[in-house]
T-cell receptor, first 115, second 113 residues
Framework: EAGVTQSPTHLIKTRGQQATLRCSPISGHTSVYWYQQALGLGLQFLLWYDEGEERNRGNFPPRFSGRQFPNYSSELNVNALELEDSALYLC??????????????FGQGTRLTVV | GDSVTQMEGPVTLSEEAFLTINCTYTATGYPSLFWYVQYPGEGLQLLLKATKADDKGSNKGFEATYRKETTSFHLEKGSVQVSDSAVYFCALSRDTGRRALTFGSGTRLQVQP
């Protein structure tokens, strides 16, 4: 069974540009989570999508946005890139239903570098 | 809000040494608790979990017990190997509100032969 896949693996952008990151969840998983792992800052929660809708977001500015498609894959868009957006962006997926996530499966991440 | 506090790293041990990585949490209700591991150049993998007080999660020789009275979930292993070198993250998930995991800052473990 395929795990969570993210693309691209690496992305280099110039300050002010837009970046689009993609995530395909494990088959049967409807929830997708996005996290930012900046150097030395641990994992910060960005966004949670479930059944095509944004369910919650972390403390990030509106230029961080995304969507979830009918096949449950997801995109993370970062507009007006700033140097401090350079980080590893991790996507995770989990099974539907239930009030808590008992296990989230993570992808390998997209390394975004803003120059 | 919810938070997870882990001991600062890096933790450097010799092979076969005993490992403890401390983790405490702040959350309302009854969160589920997790330890994730990130090997160099890879994403996160779930190492173990516990969903209620006094539960013990275990996997690959690692253990952690959910202590509600001390709001702790310390990770232990009796004899570490070089292959255990990685970054370890403690995390929680609550049953209300935001369902996403809240992570600690991570603790880097370096095991020397």
């Amino acid at each position: 069974e395929a795990g969570v896949t993210q693309s691209p693996t690496h992305l280099i952008k110039t300050r002010g540009q837009q970046a689009t990151l993609r995530c395909s969840p494990i088959s049967g998983h409807t929830s997708v989570y996005w996290y930012q792992q900046a150097l030395g800052l641990g994992l910060q929660f960005l966004l949670w999508y479930d059944e095509g809708e944004e369910r919650n977001r972390g403390n990030f500015p509106p230029r961080f946005s995304g969507r979830q498609f009918p096949n449950y894959s997801s995109e993370l868009n970062v507009n007006a890139l700033e140097l401090e957006d350079s980080a590893l962006y991790l996507c995770a997926s989990s099974l539907p239903g239930g009030r808590i996530v008992l296990e989230a499966f993570f992808g390998q991440g997209t390394r975004l570098t803003v120059v | 809000g919810d938070s997870v506090t882990q001991m600062e790293g890096p933790v450097t041990l010799s092979e076969e040494a005993f490992l403890t990585i401390n983790c405490t949490y702040t959350a309302t209700g009854y969160p589920s608790l997790f330890w994730y591991v990130q090997y160099p150049g890879e994403g996160l993998q779930l190492l173990l979990k516990a969903t209620k007080a006094d539960d013990k999660g275990s996997n690959k020789g690692f253990e952690a017990t959910y202590r509600k009275e001390t709001t702790s979930f310390h990770l232990e292993k009796g004899s570490v190997q070089v292959s255990d070198s990685a970054v370890y993250f403690c995390a929680l998930s609550r049953d209300t509100g935001r369902r996403a995991l809240t992570f600690g800052s991570g603790t880097r473990l370096q095991v020397q032969p």
